[in-house]
């Protein structure tokens, strides 16, 4: 089965600043790989598919990037309702799935 | 609007069985599949299993092969999540997610909190 570890597994930053998160799967798994946000008592939010794609409605203040084995998520200037978690996943090996741990990002 | 509804909470005794449904609405349901995610108090995202609405093939994850059953009814576009044996780890919120590997798990359900208890 294809693992997936994310780094780090907590951030503490302030609103504006740049946050970089990473996702690093055991093997390739070309571009299928997600982004979800989760908010406390809330269903998860899908943010980017496909390693960089945005869903729609979400803002381009996220964007997503690699392929193969190492991804990584980007937001470009924090803003107050982006604390939350955030989690990858792979859909790599359709129809069976793996989520990343989670990367928490609370305020400092 | 596209969206999925999930049945209410449920209290279960360790032992017993416990049936989610996730009702879809706003789209076609057969042209999707549904996965089932859970999340333990405090925890992270575990992905249970995949149906397909078109035909019902199924996948599951190794860890719940034999206690879980996902099926899916196309008259009324509703899935269902069954697990078995429960145990006092199974709590947890259950959610129902639309599933494609193209575009991810783009819409989800509200969530659905299964406590077991004695």
């Known amino acids: 089965d294809i693992q997936l570890t994310q780094s780090p597994s907590f951030l503490s930053a302030s609103v504006g600043d740049r946050v970089t998160i990473t996702c690093r799967a055991s093997?390739?798994?070309?571009?299928?790989l997600a982004w979800y946000q989760q908010k406390p008592g809330k269903a998860p939010k899908l943010l980017i598919y496909?390693?960089?794609t945005l869903q729609s409605g979400v803002p381009s203040r996220f964007s997503g990037s690699g392929s193969g084995t190492e991804f990584t998520l980007t937001i470009s200037s924090l803003q107050p309702e982006d604390f939350a978690t955030y989690y990858c996943?792979?859909?790599?090996?359709?129809?069976?799935?793996?989520f990343g741990p989670g990367t928490k990002v609370d305020i400092k | 609007q596209v969206q999925l509804v999930q049945s209410g909470a449920e209290v279960k005794k360790p032992g017993a069985s416990v049936k989610v449904s996730c009702k879809a609405s706003?789209?076609?349901?057969?042209?999707?599949?549904i996965s089932w995610v859970r999340q333990a108090p405090g925890q992270g995202l575990e992905w249970m299993g995949w149906?397909?609405?078109?035909?019902?093939?199924?996948n599951y994850a190794q860890k719940l092969q034999g206690r879980v059953t996902m099926t899916t009814d196309t008259s009324t576009s509703t899935a269902y999540m069954e697990l078995r044996s429960l145990r006092s780890d199974d709590t947890a919120v259950y959610y129902c997610?639309?599933?494609?590997?193209?575009?991810?798990?783009?819409?989800w359900g509200q969530g659905t909190m299964v406590t077991v208890s004695s």
């Open positions: 997610a639309r599933a494609t590997m193209s575009h991810a798990f783009d819409i």
């Open positions: 706003g789209y076609t349901f057969t042209s999707y599949g």
């Open positions: 149906i397909s609405a078109y035909n019902g093939n199924t």
């Open positions: 093997q390739g798994i070309s571009s299928y």
């Open positions: 496909a390693a960089s």
């Open positions: 996943q792979q859909l790599n090996s359709y129809p069976l799935f793996t």
